[in-house]
């Protein structure tokens, strides 16, 4: 078969949930609701683009259960149905042309800028690296009444989304968020239900799940990001990970997307833990993580799909044809070029490749934060109806969101956060 013909063929989840292809977008933060969590005609425009640009399958960026706990400024939030109509008219425009669109939803957990929130709250009081103490606050530990409430947040946001239409959900489990953090044994230093050992550190997550698919039925598609690994010195391992899967494919997840890294080592962008390139050898094969994916196969019979460092057709359609996955996801392609899925389905080659971003100042290159702010101001481009620009200068675009990130600017809003 041709790279784009096996590209092109349908998929359907154990559930009987049938999508249209291969290719899944990514999770990207958008940075496009009103100050109130609503989403806006942009958001909406955005999404539509992407339906209208051939994806099978589009992960939303972070959808947050709290408006006092975000992660960047312009975050959607869902705490209940007050924004309902917004919603709507979002999941009308990105499920056209028989486009799967799955919510990811999350909580930052420790992993917002300063400013941003009154505080932030982690499973333990584990503050960040030396050289990050400027952006990120030293987080508050979570109390055992704050834990079943946020996993009944998380319930209630998944229930939202089913109602609004959208197609499905995904936990976002991945890139040191407040789930990722649970499941982390550096994060996560509690010795009560939650944390002490493996097991308990995937309470948090599986407790999520269960809460969620009480909420939406059977038939409504879960999802989960996870981490391979953490990249982090007592960070969670390729094997808890293995065990995660293990369980979260016991408990009837639907599919799961595999990435890797966090703030502190943002392996999802081809930098490790000592901030050097991933191997030849990995870019070669072009994902990031499929060699751990190929170990998740071996576990696990639920689909699978791995994002980070695909480049070509033909690299995707390997992928696929290993056996080790089930689709291939795409995130910073479709911020250059959201239609490039229509593209790789065509037989052709994307218009613009991916490339490393610099902004000439080692602390701020080394974060995951850069990165974010410059595909950000992609995504707002095309929510207002302009091309993308793909050779605009990384500097200039953090300088510009930096006051955001900060939260300069922005009106506080209650910040306790409640455990119901």
């Not at 998944?158 to 995904?170: L, M, R, W, Y």
């Not at 997840?253 to 962008?269: K, N, Q, R």
């Not at 072009?286 to 696990?300: C, D, G, I, S, W």
């Not at 922005?410 to 306790?416: D, Y």
């Amino acid at each position: 078969m041709t790279p784009q013909a096996v590209l092109a063929q349908p998929f359907t989840l154990p559930n009987g949930t049938v999508i249209k292809n291969r290719l899944l977008k990514s999770a990207m933060s958008e940075a496009l609701c009103k100050r109130d969590g609503a989403a806006t005609p942009e958001l909406i425009k955005l999404y539509g683009a992407w339906a209208d640009g051939g994806i099978g399958l589009c992960i939303t960026g972070n959808v947050m259960i709290d408006q006092c706990a975000i992660g960047e400024p312009g975050n959607v939030v869902i705490e209940d149905d007050e924004h309902l109509a917004a919603l709507q008219a979002w999941a009308q425009a990105a499920t056209r042309n028989n486009t799967q669109c799955w919510v990811q939803i999350n909580h930052p957990g420790k992993q917002a800028p300063k400013g941003l929130n009154k505080e932030t709250v982690s499973p333990s009081a584990v503050p960040f690296r030396s050289d990050m103490k400027a952006f990120f606050a030293t987080p508050r530990e979570l109390t055992d009444a704050e834990v079943h409430g946020l996993i009944k947040r998380y319930a209630t946001a998944a229930a939202i989304v089913k109602k609004a239409g959208f197609s499905g959900v995904q936990i976002h489990g991945a890139h040191g968020y407040l789930v990722s953090q649970f499941l982390s044994p550096h994060h996560n230093r509690r010795t009560d239900a939650w944390g002490g050992t493996a097991e308990k550190r995937r309470a948090f997550v599986l407790a999520v799940y269960r809460a969620m698919r009480e909420q939406v039925g059977p038939d409504f598609p879960i999802g989960i990001k996870l981490n391979s690994a953490d990249f982090q010195r007592g960070g969670f391992t390729e094997e808890e990970s293995l065990d995660t899967i293990r369980a979260l494919s016991d408990a009837g997840m639907d599919l799961i997307e595999v990435s890797g890294g966090t703030y502190e080592a943002p392996a999802m962008t081809g930098i490790k833990a000592d901030k050097s390139p991933v191997k030849d050898s990995t870019r070669q094969r072009e994902a990031y993580f499929l060699a751990f994916a190929e170990k998740a196969r071996q576990a696990v019979k639920t689909p699978l799909a791995v994002t980070g460092g695909f480049r070509s057709a033909q690299g995707m359609a390997e992928a696929i044809q290993s056996g080790a996955v089930d689709f291939v996801g795409l995130a910073r392609a479709l911020a250059i070029e959201p239609a490039v899925p229509l593209r790789l389905l065509a037989g052709q080659a994307p218009l613009h490749q991916v490339k490393p971003l610099k902004t000439g100042i080692p602390p701020i290159d080394k974060m995951g934060l850069m990165e974010v702010s410059w595909y950000t101001g992609q995504l707002k481009r095309i929510g207002r109806g302009q091309a993308p620009k793909p050779n605009e200068s990384p500097l200039w675009v953090f300088l510009k969101i930096l006051p955001q990130q900060l939260g300069i600017g922005r009106k506080k809003s209650p910040t306790k956060l409640r455990a119901s």
